[in-house]
């Protein structure tokens, strides 16, 4: 019924040569091969992931779409098996010890639609717009900290800290103890796949966040944690547990992506001049509309988010003509659905200038991600400030020697030192 053998064993087509091992260190920097194959000869796929967890993969764009829509893939990790999910296997580690799981990526309808109901009352257009100055001003203050020395570390420098700061600054999180999550946040993005080290910055974040709520109950401010205490639909509010659960997953799911879209980005800009040049004219002019759709082709060529967040089978069902059953986890693997050809004309090819943006890098359907407008304005600000105030950018070493963070669900750099011309020209100096 289903495929036991694992994906590296599948013998590789003759056209792309030899295809990596999935999860090898080989496949973690370049899956794409990988991929067309499975895409091609067995879309949808069961395997066995690093965890131990059997788990079927969705590479095609038509099959990839249908599962993030479909209702019987629950984000419930219950349905699949309390005891793979206390053990960590499954989820977020560290979540349930820390009694963070009443989130909109663990929870299906109808809770998941009172949820995100009352969250998107905190979490508008409206705000998403009014933070674009201040998203600026941080690109500009982190970059002016490295423009005088003509190299840098984009990942440790730019793309991790200013994601942090401004999802600090939206919770509503005093400028004194951001450094703290600044500390906890690398925790996670540098210990990927070693357990212990993300669960201990869960636990710490988990402790700071109800103190926060607490504070934010008797003295509320303009900000989003504050937003989610007061909102309310028809007399519902969000308990206790749900807004840190909430404020934790907006924290942890906004963050990194946001590190993975600057820092793959940028790469991608880098080690494609013609795109570059486009981009820092683009950049250079303020042509707004070129730099978003940039963000797009950029999100679509080479997404933050490798896999989409589990799913389970509540029933039986067909999936690209497979049979998944009751309990069996589904990874709709993003990174190969955006390069389907199917879909999308020459999808191996890097076009700013593509017009059909139909990605799925944020998903689809009712869970689509909440904070992707959020995610798209940092990613338009950091890399157009970026390459327009640094113009002469490029790598400080051969792409071959960058490697990838350990981890399944995201794709990101562990560094990416560049060099440049240094500049003494300063932006941000006054910005607190």
């Known amino acids: 019924m289903s495929e036991q053998a694992p994906a590296a064993a599948v013998p590789s087509p003759p056209e792309h040569g030899p295809v990596p091992g999935l999860f090898s260190r080989e496949f973690a920097d370049d899956p794409y091969p990988a991929y067309a194959w499975l895409r091609e000869h067995a879309p949808v796929h069961r395997t066995e992931l690093p965890s ?17 829509a479909d209702p019987r893939l629950s984000k419930n990790p219950a349905r ?12 977020i580690p560290g979540e349930r010890s820390a009694n963070l799981m009443t989130h909109l990526l663990n929870i299906d309808p109808p809770d998941h639609t009172r949820l995100r109901r009352l969250v998107s009352k905190a979490f508008t257009p409206r705000r998403v717009a009014e933070f674009a100055p201040r998203v600026q001003a941080l690109t500009d203050r982190l970059i002016d900290g490295f423009a005088a020395d003509g190299e840098a570390d984009l990942i440790d420098a730019f793309a991790f800290p200013l994601p942090i700061y401004a999802v600090c600054d939206m919770l509503g999180v005093p400028a004194e103890d951001q450094d703290s999550f600044r500390t906890w946040a690398g925790m996670m993005l540098h210990t990927a796949g070693k357990r212990g080290g993300v669960q201990r910055s869960v636990k710490h974040m988990r402790g700071y966040l109800a103190e926060l709520i607490h504070r934010k109950r008797r003295q509320p401010g303009d900000d989003l944690i504050s937003g989610l205490i007061r909102a309310s639909d028809h007399g519902e509010q969000l308990t206790e547990e749900e807004a840190a ?6 924290l942890f799911a906004g963050f990194e992506t946001t590190v993975n879209l600057i820092g793959n980005g940028a790469l991608a800009l880098l080690t494609h001049p013609e795109q570059r040049a486009v981009f820092r004219s683009a950049a250079a002019a303020g042509d707004e ?12 060529w080479d997404g933050p988010v490798e896999m989409a967040t589990w799913r389970f089978a509540t029933e039986p069902l067909l999936l690209g003509g497979r049979r998944i059953e009751p309990g069996d986890p589904v990874l709709v693997v993003l990174a190969a659905a955006d390069r389907d050809p199917a879909r999308f004309r020459d ?38 400030t970026l390459f ?28 990416l030192p560049v060099v440049f011309t240094p500049q003494t020209h300063v932006l941000g100096q006054d910005e607190n």
């Open 347 to 384: 999808p191996d090819a890097l076009r700013l200038h593509r017009e059909d943006s139909q990605h799925l890098g944020y998903g689809h359907g009712i869970h689509y991600c909440l904070g992707a407008p959020l995610a798209r304005l940092e990613g338009r600000t950091a890399l157009g």
């Open 245 to 250: 659960a909430m404020a934790f997953i907006l």
């Open 289 to 300: 509309r070129l730099l978003a759709s940039a963000v797009e082709e950029l999100l679509r």
């Open 388 to 415: 327009s105030r640094l113009p002469e950018l490029r790598l400080a070493v051969d792409p071959g020697q960058l490697r990838r963070r350990g981890g399944l669900i995201m794709r990101g750099l562990r560094a």
């Open 52 to 68: 131990g967890v059997s788990a079927w993969l969705v590479t095609r764009y038509a099959e990839a779409r249908q599962a993030l």
């Open 80 to 91: 699949h098996s309390a005891a793979e999910h206390s053990r960590g296997r499954v989820g």
